[in-house]
């Protein structure tokens, strides 16, 4: 069948390739430097301030993305999903296309989303999370039916590095495992968290794997399209560090000026409450600051100077109170001891009139006082009556002893009144030690009378008189008198309510020093989310547009026969659009596109942003879905252009398919996929290699040749030149598979190969690339005799004698020797 023309389309935009900090760099100076505001000025330059720094501290070892191609090496399943037993698929990492065929539940769709799985390092996410009736019919599960654990492995290559990708799933789909090594070009291996590198967006951005079954489930709704086509903008994962820094740094800025604005508020409030507090005072209003002000000049101008700790209130009228209480009470402990010492027959009962006079009292409230004295204990007399007697004939000091307990009573409460807050002042840290010096012999003499107090009551026991004078002596000296006047100047109310307005603000002050700087920053970081939107938005703009007519030129390859094309491609934040038009230019809704051209329409994106990622291949799981032949014949060229430059794996049960495509790529493989559907066996046997097809193809002319005559002509150019054409097939399939094995860059090696005309030349050259080979040396050696007439047959002349089926025989033996086959 004839190939149908392809259509013309415009050219093609730049691939659309994933965003680096040096591209992001350059944008946000080009915008900076159009910035007509002070304030987009200053988001900008916010932004490249976090830009700059990305760029600049970027490990680029640990880059598995920049300046590197994985192509596809190697995939290991097993009970993963419909492959129940180890399956291992080995595949060409050069340009070239390889199709594996088999029909339905063959296994093929296992494959190719066991690649996708270790790609992500986890199942792809489930359309649905309904349960019950909502419950999606379609989603996979990813761990087989009888298996304990689905374990899939892939193994990538880049020039001479290897990267291989492994993930272990349970039963309820949940990975239980993860692991990414990478072997660098010096032989060292190290595990990777993928999670940290741009890997995941380079996923996104240059999807390598394309399954319509699992696309079509994905985009129902226009949001699901938003999705789908929003990573093909290949924003990549620099973008997204530079909005999280950006998003980071903004936030703090944010937090911080929230942090001071409330710690002004709330010392506005504290400052209200020190001022109530203080009625006396003339206060003044205080002007607050901005957050940019310097604090040391707001103080001053605030006149918040006056520093020290808020203290009780210090004045001479505590002293003089302490000194007229203590004065009185020595006073009165003098009277009644002069009274006490009065001229009396019995000077003890003198001294104990005022005890005894209590005693006669509380005698006289008893209803029995009984007959057996409670001093003596004797027993038969009227003690009550005796006692009634003795403080009749007792000196009269009843009425000084009532004024001593007076006075001790009003000394205590100067004592608890007056001398407590000047004590707690002189705890204080701002007290100088001479203060405090002074001051101690006072509080010790104070201290002892209340603890006298509280042990005797108010009696003039020995330890109360002494207390009483040793109290006096303390609180009526000079000393004690300067050290009040010291504490009254230094506590008096103006300086006090000066001293609690500062320290009311001291929280603010500190949280105010501590966030200055980068609460100022708040507005230029909010600028710089503003430059990060307007950004975002032009590189959408732009590369939507460049989505469009890549997208667009796909379409028109796969559906222009039938006049369907692209106009408008519109990708925003939470919903995307398409635009198709027919061949008259009418729109065309979405819903009335058929299935296959549904289909072109979700593949067409995918392999228009193929090119610009780091990815060198490209897998296809049943790309052909609903379409016609004119339609298979066109994918088939579109996969020979992307296979010039990647490797395209094709699953498909569609031999259509793989007819045009083997037809059209020189380096091809093809492979039969088969699958036991009692054990859930995946087997993956390889279709004959191109050059044994050629060798049977040789073997089938020479066989079909009529016998030789004078007007019979052999076959000698055609039989000849596909053993030559074979010889040179294995000798590249040996190429690649020694660096492979190594592994080497391949490409490297194949274009060395590439780079001499004959087969001897290039047997040369395989020996240059691995000296003394073995094989090459013994399949040399078989063909050797063979190659001068193989290189004349290829230029169309015929040596003669005519070939023979024994020649034949020695190109198959030489390839296969090459190959290691038996």
Same mark, same amino acid.
């Given at each position: 069948? +004839?190939?149908?023309?392809?259509?013309?389309?415009?050219?093609?935009?730049?691939?659309?390739?994933?965003?680096?900090?040096?591209?992001?760099?350059?944008?946000?100076?080009?915008?900076?430097?159009?910035?007509? $505001?002070?304030?987009?000025?200053?988001?900008?330059?916010?932004?490249?301030?976090?830009?700059?720094?990305?760029?600049?501290?970027?490990? /680029?070892?640990?880059?598995?993305?920049?300046?590197?191609?994985?192509?596809?090496?190697?995939?290991?399943?097993?009970?993963?999903?419909?492959?129940?037993?180890?399956?291992?698929?080995?595949?060409?990492?050069?340009?070239?296309? +390889?199709?594996?065929?088999?029909?339905?539940?063959?296994?093929? $769709?296992?494959?190719?989303?066991?690649?996708?799985?270790?790609?992500?390092?986890?199942?792809?996410?489930?359309?649905?999370?309904?349960?019950?009736?909502?419950?999606?019919?379609?989603?996979?599960?990813?761990?087989?039916?009888?298996?304990?654990?689905?374990?899939?492995?892939?193994?990538?290559?880049?020039?001479?590095?290897?990267?291989?990708?492994?993930?272990?799933?349970?039963?309820?789909? $949940?990975?239980?495992?993860?692991?990414?090594?990478?072997?660098?070009?010096?032989?060292?291996?190290?595990?990777?968290?993928?999670?940290?590198?741009?890997?995941?967006?380079?996923? @996104?951005?240059?999807?390598?794997?394309?399954?319509?079954? !699992?696309?079509?489930?994905?985009?129902?709704?226009?949001?699901?399209?938003?999705?789908?086509?929003?990573?093909?903008?290949?924003?990549?994962?620099?973008?997204?560090?530079?909005?999280?820094?950006?998003?980071?740094?903004?936030?703090?800025?944010?937090?911080?000026?929230?942090?001071?604005?409330?710690?002004?508020?709330?010392?506005?409030?504290?400052?209200?409450?020190?001022?109530?507090?203080?009625?006396?005072?003339?206060?003044?209003?205080?002007?607050?600051?901005? &957050?940019?002000?310097?604090?040391?000049?707001?103080?001053?101008?605030?006149?918040?100077?006056?520093?020290?700790?808020?203290?009780?209130?210090?004045?001479?009228?505590?002293?003089?109170?302490?000194?007229?209480?203590? /004065?009185?009470?020595?006073?009165?402990?003098?009277?009644?001891?002069?009274?006490?010492?009065?001229?009396?027959?019995?000077?003890? /009962?003198?001294?104990?009139?005022?005890?005894?006079?209590?005693?006669?009292?509380?005698?006289?409230?008893?209803?029995?006082?009984?007959?057996?004295?409670?001093?003596? =204990?004797? &027993?038969?007399?009227?003690?009550?009556?005796?006692?009634?007697?003795?403080?009749? +004939?007792?000196?009269?000091?009843?009425?000084?002893?009532?004024?001593?307990?007076?006075?001790?009573?009003?000394?205590?409460?100067?004592?608890?009144?007056?001398?407590?807050?000047?004590?707690?002042?002189?705890?204080?840290?701002?007290? /100088?030690?001479?203060?405090?010096?002074?001051?101690?012999?006072?509080?010790?003499?104070?201290?002892?009378?209340?603890?006298?107090?509280?042990?005797?009551?108010?009696?003039?026991?020995?330890?109360?008189?002494?207390?009483?004078?040793?109290?006096?002596?303390?609180?009526?000296?000079?000393?004690?008198?300067?050290?009040?006047?010291?504490? !009254?100047?230094?506590?008096?109310?103006?300086?006090?309510?000066?001293?609690?307005?500062?320290?009311?603000?001291?929280?603010?002050?500190?949280?105010?020093?501590?966030?200055?700087?980068?609460?100022?920053?708040?507005?230029?970081?909010?600028? !710089?989310?503003?430059?990060?939107?307007?950004?975002?938005?032009?590189?959408?703009?732009?590369?939507?547009?460049?989505? =469009?007519?890549?997208?667009?030129?796909?379409?028109?390859?796969?559906?222009?026969? &039938?006049?369907?094309?692209?106009?408008?491609?519109?990708?925003?934040? +939470?919903?995307?659009?398409?635009?198709?038009?027919?061949?008259?230019?009418?729109?065309?809704?979405?819903?009335?596109?058929?299935?296959?051209?549904?289909?072109?329409?979700?593949?067409?994106?995918?392999?228009?942003?193929?090119?610009?990622?780091?990815?060198?291949?490209?897998?296809?799981?049943?790309? &052909?879905?609903?379409?016609?032949?004119?339609?298979?014949?066109?994918?088939?060229?579109?996969?020979?252009?992307?296979?010039?430059?990647?490797?395209?794996?094709?699953?498909?049960?569609?031999?259509?398919?793989?007819?045009?495509?083997?037809?059209?790529?020189?380096?091809?493989?093809?492979?039969?996929?088969?699958?036991?559907?009692?054990?859930?066996?995946?087997?993956?046997?390889?279709?004959?290699?191109?050059?044994?097809?050629?060798?049977?193809?040789?073997?089938?002319?020479?066989?079909?040749?009529?016998?030789?005559?004078?007007?019979?002509?052999?076959?000698?150019?055609?039989?000849?030149?596909?053993?030559?054409?074979?010889?040179?097939?294995?000798?590249?399939?040996?190429?690649?598979?020694?660096?492979?094995?190594?592994?080497?860059?391949?490409?490297?090696?194949?274009?060395?190969?590439?780079?001499?005309?004959?087969?001897?030349?290039?047997?040369?050259?395989?020996?240059?690339?691995?000296?003394?080979?073995?094989?090459?040396?013994?399949?040399? @050696?078989?063909? $050797?005799?063979?190659?001068?007439?193989?290189?004349?047959?290829?230029?169309?002349?015929?040596?003669?004698?005519?070939?023979?089926?024994?020649?034949?025989?020695?190109?198959?033996? !030489?390839?296969?020797?090459?190959?290691?086959?038996?």
């Amino acid at each position: 069948m +004839t190939a149908a023309p392809l259509p013309v389309p415009p050219p093609d935009p730049e691939p659309l390739r994933l965003l680096t900090f040096e591209d992001l760099v350059e944008l946000a100076e080009a915008k900076r430097s159009r910035a007509t $505001s002070d304030a987009s000025r200053s988001g900008w330059a916010r932004l490249l301030e976090v830009a700059r720094a990305l760029a600049g501290g970027r490990e /680029t070892a640990g880059d598995l993305v920049s300046g590197r191609t994985w192509t596809l090496l190697r995939v290991r399943v097993d009970g993963y999903q419909g492959v129940g037993a180890p399956l291992t698929v080995d595949l060409d990492p050069i340009p070239g296309v +390889t199709v594996l065929i088999g029909r339905n539940g063959s296994g093929k $769709s296992s494959i190719a989303d066991a690649i996708e799985t270790a790609l992500h390092g986890e199942p792809r996410a489930p359309t649905s999370t309904g349960r019950g009736g909502k419950a999606p019919l379609w989603d996979r599960e990813h761990c087989g039916r009888d298996a304990a654990e689905a374990h899939v492995e892939v193994t990538l290559l880049a020039g001479e590095e290897t990267l291989t990708l492994d993930v272990r799933i349970g039963p309820d789909g $949940s990975v239980t495992g993860r692991t990414a090594r990478h072997t660098a070009v010096d032989g060292i291996t190290t595990d990777l968290d993928l999670a940290t590198t741009s890997w995941r967006s380079a996923l @996104a951005g240059h999807r390598p794997v394309f399954g319509y079954a !699992a696309v079509e489930r994905q985009v129902q709704l226009a949001q699901n399209l938003q999705e789908f086509l929003e990573p093909l903008l290949a924003f990549g994962g620099c973008f997204d560090e530079l909005k999280a820094g950006v998003d980071a740094a903004g936030s703090a800025a944010a937090q911080a000026r929230e942090r001071w604005g409330q710690a002004r508020s709330t010392a506005e409030q504290r400052t209200d409450q020190v001022d109530r507090a203080h009625p006396d005072a003339t206060p003044t209003a205080i002007d607050w600051p901005d &957050v940019a002000d310097d604090p040391d000049a707001w103080l001053t101008t605030a006149g918040l100077t006056e520093t020290g700790v808020a203290a009780p209130e210090i004045t001479a009228a505590q002293h003089d109170r302490l000194h007229v209480a203590a /004065t009185q009470a020595l006073a009165a402990l003098a009277d009644l001891e002069t009274a006490e010492a009065a001229p009396a027959p019995d000077p003890v /009962t003198a001294k104990l009139a005022a005890p005894l006079a209590d005693l006669h009292r509380a005698a006289q409230h008893l209803d029995d006082t009984g007959d057996a004295c409670p001093v003596c =204990r004797r &027993v038969g007399m009227d003690w009550a009556a005796a006692l009634a007697a003795t403080v009749d +004939t007792a000196p009269a000091t009843a009425e000084q002893a009532a004024t001593f307990v007076r006075r001790l009573a009003a000394l205590r409460a100067a004592l608890d009144d007056d001398l407590t807050p000047i004590e707690e002042v002189i705890r204080h840290d701002w007290c /100088t030690a001479a203060v405090r010096d002074a001051s101690t012999p006072v509080l010790a003499a104070g201290a002892d009378l209340r603890h006298r107090l509280d042990e005797d009551g108010r009696r003039a026991t020995p330890a109360v008189r002494a207390a009483v004078r040793a109290a006096h002596d303390r609180l009526t000296s000079a000393a004690w008198h300067t050290t009040v006047t010291e504490l !009254a100047a230094h506590t008096d109310r103006e300086r006090q309510w000066r001293r609690a307005r500062r320290a009311a603000v001291e929280p603010f002050l500190g949280v105010w020093r501590e966030v200055r700087d980068e609460a100022i920053a708040a507005a230029s970081w909010k600028s !710089a989310a503003d430059c990060l939107r307007t950004l975002q938005n032009d590189l959408r703009a732009e590369r939507t547009r460049n989505l =469009r007519t890549l997208t667009d030129s796909s379409v028109r390859a796969l559906l222009d026969d &039938v006049g369907l094309h692209i106009t408008g491609l519109s990708v925003q934040g +939470t919903k995307a659009d398409v635009q198709v038009v027919d061949a008259t230019g009418q729109p065309v809704r979405l819903s009335l596109l058929s299935a296959g051209q549904r289909n072109a329409l979700l593949l067409a994106p995918l392999l228009a942003v193929a090119h610009g990622g780091p990815f060198g291949f490209l897998v296809l799981d049943d790309p &052909v879905h609903a379409f016609d032949q004119i339609r298979v014949d066109r994918l088939a060229q579109l996969i020979h252009t992307l296979a010039a430059d990647r490797r395209v794996v094709v699953l498909t049960h569609d031999e259509r398919l793989r007819e045009h495509l083997l037809v059209r790529s020189p380096h091809h493989t093809a492979r039969n996929v088969h699958r036991d559907h009692l054990t859930g066996v995946v087997r993956e046997e390889p279709s004959p290699p191109m050059w044994e097809v050629l060798l049977d193809d040789a073997a089938a002319a020479l066989a079909r040749a009529p016998k030789p005559g004078p007007k019979t002509t052999p076959p000698t150019v055609l039989v000849r030149g596909l053993c030559r054409m074979a010889l040179d097939d294995a000798l590249r399939h040996f190429v690649l598979q020694e660096a492979v094995g190594v592994p080497r860059d391949p490409h490297t090696d194949l274009a060395a190969l590439d780079k001499v005309g004959t087969t001897k030349d290039r047997i040369d050259a395989a020996l240059t690339l691995h000296p003394g080979h073995g094989r090459v040396l013994a399949a040399e @050696a078989i063909v $050797s005799t063979h190659l001068n007439g193989w290189n004349q047959a290829a230029h169309g002349k015929a040596k003669t004698p005519g070939p023979t089926a024994a020649e034949i025989d020695d190109a198959r033996r !030489a390839c296969k020797t090459l190959l290691g086959l038996p």
